[in-house]
């Protein structure tokens, strides 16, 4: 099994930046697809972005142009660059793994997740 623990998250005013990292532990994280979902308070989980075994990567209409995702095999690490950032990003960020190079962008497709770190974007 694969444990995930997201970090990164905080305050930040709007058209500022912040990188959510996610750690894996357990297993090799190369060998799932990664994806970041979203929830902000009162909504449902929302997928944000996701990266594939072999690198390519999905977003978000909402987050294109705005958000990048990595990931960094040497340190098992699959990371989440967010660039002018908006009040609506405000949200509890998770980060989820599949053993698969499917992407998909439903929640419960996805089987390992970490415990999530929250954004707050203020206007």
């Known amino acids: 099994q694969v444990q995930l623990v997201e970090s990164g998250g905080g305050l930040v005013q709007a058209g500022g930046s912040l990188r959510l990292s996610c750690a894996a532990s357990?297993?090799?994280?190369?060998?799932?697809?990664v994806a970041w979902f979203r929830q902000a308070a009162g909504t449902e989980r929302e997928f944000v972005a996701g990266i594939r075994r072999v690198g390519s990567t999905v977003y978000a209409d909402s987050v294109k142009g705005r958000f990048n995702i990595s990931r960094d095999n040497a340190k098992n690490t699959v990371y989440l660059q967010m660039n002018s950032l908006k009040p609506e990003d405000t949200a509890v960020y998770y980060c989820?793994?599949?053993?698969?190079?499917?992407?998909?962008?439903?929640?419960?497709?996805?089987?390992?997740w970490g415990q999530g770190t929250q954004v707050t974007v203020s206007s």
């Open positions: 989820a793994a599949r053993f698969s190079d499917d992407l998909p962008q439903r929640p419960y497709e996805y089987g390992y």
């Open positions: 357990g297993r090799t994280l190369s060998t799932y697809a």
